[in-house]
Nanobody
Framework: QVQLVESGGGSVQAGGSLRLSCAAS????????MGWFRQIPGVDQDRRIV??????????HYRDSLGGRFTITRDHNKTAVSLQMNTLEPEDTAIYYC??????????WGQGTQVTVSS
């Protein structure tokens, strides 16, 4: 079964750091890019992009409002991505969803992981 498994969410005080990880399993992949969205339940109607990275070139793109606090990296061998989140703010509190865009399979989503930042 093709799936994305996320880890690393949790609770932290403002100014702290968390690292999210996401690994694909259950098949072979022809990856276009991978990345992260987030959604605040009851506030956001849709998931909002946080960061993405192109698989071949390794080009990273971020949501403008993040101010350079987050860094996305990829691991070709494991078909995995990580999101290092520094100087976290209460406004970063959300459910974070990993995704993988595959040339044949389309978009695959992870199950989501909760990030809570307290002031």
């Amino acid at each position: 079964q093709v799936q994305l498994v996320e880890s690393g969410g949790g609770s932290v005080q403002a100014g702290g750091s968390l690292r999210l990880s996401c690994a694909a399993s259950g098949g072979t992949f022809n990856v276009m890019d991978m990345g992260w969205f987030r959604q605040i339940p009851g506030v956001d109607q849709d998931r909002r992009i946080v960061a993405r990275i192109s698989w071949r070139a390794g080009s990273a793109h971020y949501r403008d409002s993040l101010g350079g606090r987050f860094t996305i990296t990829r691991d070709h061998n494991k078909t995995a991505v990580s999101l290092q989140m520094n100087t976290l703010e209460p406004e970063d509190t959300a459910i974070y969803y990993c995704y993988l865009d595959d040339y044949e399979r389309g978009r695959i989503w992870g199950q989501g992981t909760q990030v809570t930042v307290s002031s």
